[in-house]
């Protein structure tokens, strides 16, 4: 008992010793040795931190990777059309043109592309509402003014809707052309081009005038512009806006101006056009009725084959083939 005793007061007093050891003495913090070590991993946390804050962050889309058109409408970004040097700059359209009612410009090269634009204002009818040719306008490839003419209109004008025609009761009385004349010189020009127009059936109703489908590229008719309104019929003015970053239409219309905003369109996109156009005709069809122009046609556009006797032996039924157009 007198051993358990003092082993208890033996241990008392070695953790009390060892307990006043630790407060006088307390235990270093260990430090490194090799300080290369320390200094690389430092620096290259530093290489990180700098890349990353250099690296631009990409913007968050509230619409799930689409963008919205004018219209309210989702567009997907493959549909969005690509930049163009058009649209990086505004468009002075009417810097450097002829005057206006200039007729046919004949220093200037039509070429293969033409597009078309007319203005109307209201007559009395019959029928109720009736409209009458007033203005036309085409322009070649590159833009520049082929023709442009007021027309003379002899039935009793009920609206000049000159908000958006821009018509005055002079530019169809004293400053305009007969109608024979100009419908003689729209379709001198138009007649074997392909004809480029924004839903052109309404111009061609007010010429009074009609050709084949395989030479009208309609700038309401390509899908992927279609898209950019949800499959319905697109606007010049919210096309323009859309694809080349042009505004147009902010007041009175111009027929020169919408026609070459309507060739830019086409030519944006001429490739699809082509494309769609040719799987609707057929692209040998195509190819080969333009190459005929003035060719004695058919009521599908189409010329007429010739009949061509193929020799035979003797007593042999001779057989009829059909050239290939």
């Known amino acids: 008992m007198a051993e358990l005793t003092e082993l208890s007061s033996n241990w008392k007093n070695l953790q009390a010793k060892i307990k006043k050891d630790d407060l006088s003495n307390p235990p270093k913090r260990k430090v490194r040795s090799n300080t290369s070590e320390r200094s690389g991993a430092n620096e290259y946390r530093r290489q990180r931190l700098n890349s990353r804050a250099m690296t631009p962050r990409r913007p968050k889309s509230s619409s799930g990777g689409k963008i919205e058109s004018q219209d309210g409408v989702d567009v997907s970004m493959s549909d969005a059309p690509p ?3 058009e649209a990086s700059k505004p468009v002075e359209f009417d810097s450097n043109l002829p005057s206006i009612n200039f007729g046919f410009n004949p ?40 023709y442009d003419s007021y ?22 009385s004293a400053e305009g052309r007969d109608l024979d004349e100009v ?3 729209v379709n001198q020009i138009l007649e ?7 839903a052109i059936q309404n111009d061609f109703t007010s010429l009074g005038m009609h050709y084949p489908g395989w030479s009208v590229r309609d700038t309401t008719r390509l899908e992927r ?21 042009l505004e147009i ?8 101006v919408d026609a070459r905003a309507t060739m830019m369109l086409y030519q944006r996109y001429k490739a699809e ?29 189409k010329k007429r084959p010739k009949k061509r006797a193929k020799k035979g032996r003797p007593g042999q039924a001779k057989e009829v083939t059909m050239k290939e157009g």
């Open 83 to 85: 930049p163009s040097e």
């Open 107 to 146: 220093n200037v090269e039509i070429g293969k592309y033409v597009a078309i634009d007319c203005e109307n204002v209201g007559v009395a009818g019959p029928p109720v509402n009736s409209s009458a040719l007033a203005r036309v306008s085409i322009v070649n490839y590159h833009g520049i003014p082929i």
């Open 151 to 172: 027309v003379r209109i002899k039935q009793r004008i009920t609206d000049y809707r000159t908000r958006i025609s821009g018509i005055r009761p002079r530019n169809v």
């Open 183 to 185: 419908l003689r010189d």
């Open 192 to 198: 074997g081009r392909i004809i480029v127009g924004h």
């Open 225 to 245: 512009y279609r898209r950019l309104t949800g499959g319905r019929t697109p606007g010049l003015k919210t096309l323009s806006k859309l694809v080349l970053g």
């Open 249 to 256: 239409q902010q007041g009175e219309h111009s027929s020169i």
């Open 273 to 301: 056009f082509e494309a769609q156009y040719a799987r609707k005709y057929g692209l040998r069809t195509m190819q080969a009725t333009a190459a005929r122009k003035g060719a004695p046609q058919t009521k599908s556009g």
